[in-house]
């Protein structure tokens, strides 16, 4: 599914850098993963196709924190991921392989309460990267062609979490096909989350209780 994306790779000591090639276009990473050095291609800072199936971890919400929304970014393990320094082992001698898009931003489905019919395209909730908005909840909803269905995979969620003495999300992401409730979802993800419907219909809502929180919000594919 990430045929159309672009690949960078690195060792997991240096620093990874992306630039969309125009200026009025943004990053979306899809993945991000770290591979140990077995995985590694012999001197060489890559996975071996055979290999890619040997994870080690995903550092997605650290990228997406920094690097989601932007033109340009440089993005460091040892900088932008907190207990790197105290699990040293864990990261050391490995290699950076993320998976990402440039996308011009009218690309993106945001408009609450519209309707999209296309076999495949991107959302995004209003005021990503920097915030996300609330007062009402906002529905986009996606159509694909009569007896297809629809897989949607959240790349970056970054939503108000549950606090102490909470027992459900306030603020959440939900994924919903008629009344059936595919995905619930509030905090964040440190991989992508996919779903996929029996039908050719899917209702995408960012419920959210205050008028504007300082998170990222979220960003969606689906195909």
């Not at 993945?31 to 890559?46: F, M, P, Q």
């Not at 996919?194 to 300082?214: K, M």
Request: charged letters at 25%; glycine letters at 6%; proline letters at 4%.
């Amino acid at each position: 599914d990430q045929e159309d994306s672009l690949l960078a790779e690195e060792c997991s000591e240096r620093e990874l850098s992306f630039t969309c090639t125009f200026p009025t276009d943004v990053l979306v990473i899809r993945s991000a993963w770290l591979y140990g050095i077995t995985a590694k291609v012999e001197d060489e800072c890559s996975v071996a196709k055979h290999n890619l199936q040997y994870k080690k971890g995903s550092f997605l919400r650290f990228i997406n924190k920094e690097c989601g929304g932007k033109n340009q970014c440089k993005f460091s393990v040892w900088k932008h991921i907190p207990a790197a320094r105290t699990d040293e082992d864990h990261w050391k001698g490995g290699v950076l392989h993320v998976s990402y898009v440039c996308l011009p931003k009218p690309e993106f489905h945001r408009t609450c309460n519209s309707e999209k019919y296309a076999q495949s395209g991107w959302l995004q909730s209003i005021g990503y990267p920097e915030y996300y908005l609330g007062d009402q909840p906002c529905t986009l909803s996606i159509h694909v062609d009569e007896g297809q269905r629809i897989q949607l995979t959240i790349s970056d969620i970054s939503i108000r979490d549950m606090r102490d003495g909470e027992k459900t999300c306030t603020d959440s992401v939900v994924v919903r096909e008629g009344e059936h409730e595919l995905l619930h979802r509030c905090g964040e993800s440190n991989k992508p989350l996919t779903v996929t419907s029996e039908g050719n219909l899917i209702n995408v809502t960012l419920i959210a209780t205050s008028e504007l929180y300082p998170k990222r919000g979220y960003i969606a594919y689906w195909k």
